[in-house]
């Protein structure tokens, strides 16, 4: 979503397109003349394609809404020349969208109720925790976070995490391989959660899925704060769990909560001297909100 945007709003205004797209899209009064029916009918589904673009750009991430309207037939309406075939995909593209608008609006209500279901802090953890950090069942978390945690992790660390396991340094395969052969372990039978990661504690974990296209920039962090986003959206609040120093720096910028994990829950000690002069380098606590 786009921000500054609420869920509900984004919910609204993808609703009044569906329910209202075909009378102001596709609404043609009967002609005999083919030519003019479908002419009035492209002429009134370009015009509210450009209306409607730039309603849902108020609410909606600018790739999200560009995407609805580039697919192909949108663009053939444009240049079909009059007759029959250009009357019926009109009609056939205003389907379309209303559909593409009803599913976008079903998955936030669903977002929205799957969130509110399940109590404690969504806590949102990139490709570096993963890899770097001691498992999560290994962290107590209870003394990490003062809150119940409820980790998230985005499809994107799992499409990282899966890469890895061809990867030429073989600290990363082995790692890689390891912790999703825990995760297809922890979720057998559950789907993509939430799960309790361990019975001494209230901790969840749970994998974000999308059940249609998703928005999908080049740049896997860029991803991930972009969820966190869209989590405190949905939730009120949201913290992003890293043991990277500059994604700590990009989130801090972009005002996210972060939790830059204690040194103690480091994998190695390369990686402890690393968290150590990254320390040195900010000159701050270990968890901080962004400010």
């Known amino acids: 979503m786009r921000t500054g945007a609420t869920v509900d ?8 397109e569906a329910a209202n797209i075909h009378a102001y899209a596709a609404s043609t009064s009967y002609d ?21 673009e730039g309603r849902l750009l108020g609410y909606l991430q600018r790739d999200e809404v560009v995407s609805v309207f580039s697919n192909p037939r949108h663009r053939d309406i ?28 079903r998955e936030l209500k669903e977002t929205r109720n799957r969130l509110a279901k399940t109590p404690g802090l969504p806590s949102l953890v990139d490709t570096n925790f993963m890899i770097h950090c001691l498992r999560p069942d290994q962290i107590p978390w209870k003394s990490v976070v003062d809150d119940d ?53 209230e901790t969840t974990i749970e994998i974000l899925l999308s059940a249609r296209p998703r928005y999908r920039p080049s740049d896997a962090d860029e991803e991930v704060l972009d969820i966190c986003h869209d989590l405190h959206r949905f939730a009120g609040k949201s913290l992003l769990v890293t043991a990277d120093y500059g994604m700590r720096l990009r989130a801090r910028a972009e ?3 972060v939790l830059l994990m204690p040194r103690k829950y480091l994998k190695t000690a390369s990686e402890l001297a690393e968290a150590r002069e990254a320390e040195s380098l900010d000159g701050s606590s270990e968890t901080e909100a962004a400010t």
Request: charged fraction near 30%.
């Open 9 to 16: 709003q984004a919910i609204t205004a993808l609703d009044s």
């Open 32 to 52: 005999t003349d083919m030519s003019i029916r479908s002419n009035d009918a492209r002429e009134l589904y370009v015009k509210w394609s450009i209306e409607a």
């Open 78 to 105: 444009s240049l079909m020349p009059a007759g029959g075939q250009l009357l019926r995909s009109v009609y056939a593209e205003v389907g379309t969208k209303r559909e593409l608008f009803e599913s976008m609006s």
């Open 149 to 201: 945690v409820r980790l998230i992790i985005p499809i994107r660390v799992i499409e990282e995490l899966d890469a890895m396991k061809t990867d030429n340094k073989d600290r990363l395969r082995k790692r890689s391989r390891e912790i999703l052969s825990w995760l297809e372990q922890l979720f057998v039978g559950s789907d993509a959660g939430p799960v309790k990661i361990r019975a001494d504690e």
């Open 255 to 257: 005002a996210i909560e």
